[in-house]
């Protein structure tokens, strides 16, 4: 079955630092990764997602990730923290091998937390 | 586009009374999925629906869980003889079906505590 990792419940940064949030899929074909942000009382949104056109993505609001097939890993990054990235991140990964357009199983969450 | 609508917001229930859900999906969208989160957790899983035939439901999933969509539209989740295990968050997303990836949106979701 498909699943996602993702290492640390919690990541703390200061602003303007370097956000990086790791998550890790187990997949024995080629999967479709997605990251999803919640903020404070509002409902999941779409961050990025990977579907094989490119292994770099871009997503909304200056994120991005890169898919690493060697390292089955597809780690979001953010080169500079605002306070407004504070929220709880989620990693996702479709439920059908090889398949988009399946349920989504998601990871844990990462709460990150940004400082002043 | 008004977005993903769950109602209640809130539900409060005693322990073996069965409750009901509702959730309009974006008019458009002909899939919709039902989640469910606990505090600390990913969103799981429960069920999806494409129009109105139900093409995936969670193994773990009870079988005092039933969710309709009876017209392709708004969907219903109904727990019977609810357990205080099944308080959570019962989320409800919709997406239009794509073989590249589709963007599931969400609604904020109805939390339910079971006394």
């Known amino acids: 079955a498909q699943s996602v990792t993702q290492l640390g419940s919690h990541v703390s940064v200061s602003e303007g630092a370097l956000v990086l949030l790791r998550c890790n899929y187990s997949?024995?074909?080629?999967?479709?990764l997605f990251w999803y942000v919640q903020y404070p009382n509002q409902g999941l949104q779409l961050l990025l997602k990977?579907?094989?056109?490119?292994?770099l993505v871009k997503g909304i609001n200056g994120f991005e990730a890169e898919f690493k097939k060697s390292e089955t890993s597809f780690h979001l990054t953010k080169p500079s923290a605002h306070m407004s990235d504070a929220a709880e991140y989620f990693c996702a990964v479709t439920s059908g091998q090889g398949q988009a357009g399946t349920a989504l199983i998601f990871g844990k969450g990462t709460t990150l937390s940004v400082s002043s | 586009d008004t977005g993903v609508s769950q109602d209640p917001r809130h539900k409060i229930t005693k322990r073996g009374q069965n409750v009901t859900f509702r959730c309009d999906p974006i008019s458009e969208h002909n899939r919709l999925y039902w989640y469910r989160q606990t505090l600390g957790q990913g969103p799981e899983f429960l069920t999806y629906?494409?129009?109105?035939?139900?093409?995936?439901k969670s193994r773990l999933l009870s079988d005092r869980f039933s969710a309709e969509r009876p017209k392709g539209s708004f969907s219903t989740l109904e727990i019977q003889r609810t357990e205080q295990g099944d308080s959570a968050m019962y989320l409800c997303?919709?997406?239009?079906?794509?073989?590249?990836?589709?963007?599931?949106?969400f609604g904020s979701g109805t939390q339910l505590s079971v006394l």
């Open positions: 997303a919709s997406s239009l079906a794509s073989y590249r990836g589709e963007k599931l949106f």
């Open positions: 990977y579907t094989s056109a490119a292994t």
């Open positions: 997949s024995s074909v080629p999967p479709y």
């Open positions: 629906f494409q129009n109105e035939a139900q093409l995936e």
